[in-house]
């Protein structure tokens, strides 16, 4: 994870080059869950694009100086402990990086609206081996996990599995709920 600077003097880390490589495939005005956003390097990201922010953690001490931003919804929830709070078909992209809470996908299939997005990237257990953490396994991916976790039925759009450039282990999925209007085909990342 890339770090720089914010206007504090603190570090913050940089967008996940995956959700930078599918921003774009989301449509105008896109209404986008960004679940876990920690520091809210993602709902930034969103929010300068113009879509509808749904921010979502635990913890949303890091977000609270985007409060009041156009477009923008901060919700504090333990989602792994509350009953799942999104209806059907709510967001037309959802983003997770760096969580991992298997029991949620059914749940994201269910709020993703028909041509929707899901965006992945987490942590794997070559992580764990590397770099010690996380260290509980049900915070880490087994090999070739999400795409056994995506639901029946979605197009699986993109996946990678393997180090970062950052030397950490992820894992990387994106698929698509089909739907009337679709994208037939979203760019590949080398041209």
């Known amino acids: 994870m ?3 600077k914010n206007s504090n003097g603190n570090c913050m880390q940089l967008p996940s080059a995956w959700v930078m490589r599918f921003i774009d495939a989301l449509p105008h005005r896109a209404r986008v869950l960004d679940l876990a956003c920690g520091e ?6 969103f929010l300068m694009k113009g879509f509808e922010v749904t921010a979502v953690d635990i913890d949303v001490s890091h ?3 985007l409060v009041g931003a156009p477009g923008l919804t901060v919700e504090c929830r333990d989602l792994e402990n509350e009953p799942w709070p999104y209806g059907e078909a709510a967001f037309d992209a959802i983003v997770v990086t760096n969580y991992l809470h298997r029991a949620h996908f059914p749940d994201y299939w269910k709020s993703l609206a028909p041509g929707g997005l899901f965006i992945m990237e987490t942590f794997t257990e070559v992580n764990k081996r590397i770099w010690g953490r996380p260290k509980r396994p049900e915070h880490y991916l087994l090999p070739g996990e999400l795409l056994r976790l995506a639901p029946e039925g979605a197009r699986i759009c993109a996946y990678e599995e ?3 450039t950052q030397d950490y282990g992820v894992e990387r999925i994106v698929w698509m709920k089909p739907g009337d209007a679709e994208m037939l085909a979203l760019p590949l990342g080398a041209r």
């Open 2 to 4: 890339a770090v720089c």
């Open 40 to 45: 809210g390097r993602h709902t930034s990201l």
């Open 63 to 65: 977000v609270e100086p």
């Open 162 to 164: 393997g180090l970062n």
